[in-house]
């Protein structure tokens, strides 16, 4: 069992590109999330899905969009991506969204924006 | 908002008791969780407090009060492979995690 894959790993982008970041999880959860995480500011929550079909706006949502298609996949889009969405983005994931649902993590994608 | 406190830095000696505080100030409560995080990798979970009081785990402790909105998680008997980033985080009304900026405890030998 894989438990989280995120890809790519590392990228290099030119500003005003567009990107996805891909999440993938076969633990069959229900939730998953996307975070940014920045020195000094921790993790920060981008967006969300409770269940596949419904998508839900975190922290910081401006700049990213996120689809649900199906249990397994949730990526991430930069319709246009500037150099203050360089960071590091997680992947996670929950058996549900409720109180005593431990959120485990991906192994994340390094993004640098120029 | 959320504001979730803990310190930048701790350094400690092998074998040692360390102790990593965490306040909060959040719309609700809904539970408490640590997650270790080693540098370049994933969060992982530690522990989640929803009760006052201490949940013992092997060599790893946490304990909370939701009245003064105070957790600590306490590692025992450090070892070398404990050097990492310690990270708080809150679970509000909307069943969202809230994260502080985290703890990074140094151990030496």
């Known amino acids: 069992i894989a438990g989280i894959t995120q890809a790519p790993t590392s990228q290099i982008l030119a500003a005003g590109r567009r990107m996805t970041l891909r999440c993938t999880q076969d633990?069959?959860?229900?939730?998953m999330y996307w975070y940014r995480q920045d020195l000094g500011l921790g993790l920060r929550l981008i967006h969300y899905s409770n269940t596949a079909g419904t998508t839900g706006k975190g922290e910081v949502p401006d700049g990213y969009s996120v689809s649900r298609a199906n249990t397994d996949d949730f990526p991430l889009t930069l319709a246009s991506a500037v150099p203050s969405q360089t960071s590091v983005y997680f992947c996670a994931s929950s058996e549900g969204a409720g109180a005593t649902d431990t959120q485990y993590f991906g192994p994340g994608t390094r993004l640098t924006v120029l | 908002g959320q504001n979730i406190d803990q310190p930048t830095e701790m350094t400690a000696t092998e074998g040692a008791i360390v102790q990593i505080n965490c306040t909060y100030q959040?719309?609700?409560?809904?539970?408490l969780f640590w997650y270790q995080q080693h540098a370049g990798e994933a969060p992982t979970f530690l522990s989640y407090n929803v009760l006052d009081g201490l949940e013992e785990k092997g060599r790893f402790s946490s304990f909370l009060s939701r009245s003064k909105g105070y957790s600590y998680l306490l590692l025992k008997e450090l070892q070398m492979k404990d050097s990492a980033s310690y990270l708080c985080?809150?679970?509000?009304?909307?069943?969202?995690?809230?994260f502080g900026a985290g703890t990074t405890v140094t151990v030496r030998a």
């Open positions: 985080a809150v679970l509000s009304n909307d069943y969202k995690l809230s």
């Open positions: 959040t719309s609700g409560f809904n539970g």
């Open positions: 633990m069959r959860h229900n939730a």
